[in-house]
């Protein structure tokens, strides 16, 4: 994981597990999820004091956790504590806001015939995740094929057409899906 290089590998374990706990399975655990993603802190330090692998986790593990660097997938406002994309349990509630004029997409070559028919869907997830530039994309699709083809995104026009956009992170765009119009996919 490139983009977290500078976390411990018990870190790396933490941040894996708060994915699933606030990503991916929220309701095995005893914790609320508010419409834009938040939990209680504290509620997530007990439920990691009551479990084996993570009784050694901390307040500030799991802030050093949310502050790595690379590509932030956490946020902590006040005693709450979110994923900040990627979800697949649920879908949080975003503000749209106006995109830049292009997003980019990286993806695998076995995808492209799908792509040019169904255009970019969230499959698995809640959002279809775009990047700002095309090196994050790339370093977002490197960890699925190790042939990534990167897809420039007409979001200015998708948005004058009715797509809503949202921004979780400085780097990470997401939207519902984009037809096929949208998408300049190289040959």
């Known amino acids: 994981m490139q983009e977290n290089h500078a976390l411990t590998t018990r870190q790396r374990k933490l941040s894996k597990f708060l994915s699933l706990l606030l990503r991916h399975?929220?309701?095995r655990f005893?914790?609320?999820l508010d419409a834009?993603?938040?939990?209680?802190?504290a509620e997530i330090i007990h439920i990691l004091h009551g479990l084996p692998n993570f009784r050694w986790a901390s307040?500030?593990?799991?802030?050093?956790v949310v502050e790595a660097p690379g590509r932030r997938r956490?946020?902590?406002?006040?005693?709450?504590?979110?994923?900040?994309?990627?979800h697949t349990a649920f879908r949080p509630d975003y503000t749209p806001v106006t995109p830049p004029a292009l997003l980019y997409h990286g993806t695998a070559p076995e995808h492209l015939d799908a792509i040019r028919r169904e255009g970019l869907r969230?499959?698995?997830?809640?959002?279809?995740?775009?990047?700002?530039?095309?090196a994050t994309a790339h370093s977002?699709?490197?960890?699925?094929t190790t042939t990534p083809v990167i897809l420039t995104?007409?979001?200015?026009?998708?948005?004058?057409?009715g797509i809503a956009f949202y921004h979780p992170t400085d780097e990470i765009y997401l939207c519902a899906q984009l037809p096929p119009d949208y998408l300049e996919i190289p040959q």
């Open 25 to 27: 399975r929220p309701a």
């Open 74 to 86: 956490f946020e902590i406002a006040g005693g709450q504590i979110r994923a900040l994309y990627g």
């Open 122 to 134: 969230p499959m698995e997830r809640r959002y279809v995740h775009l990047a700002a530039t095309p």
């Open 36 to 41: 834009e993603g938040y939990a209680s802190l």
């Open 59 to 64: 307040r500030a593990d799991v802030e050093a």
């Open 140 to 144: 977002i699709a490197i960890r699925h």
């Open 30 to 32: 005893p914790i609320q």
């Open 153 to 161: 995104i007409d979001a200015e026009q998708a948005h004058a057409n």
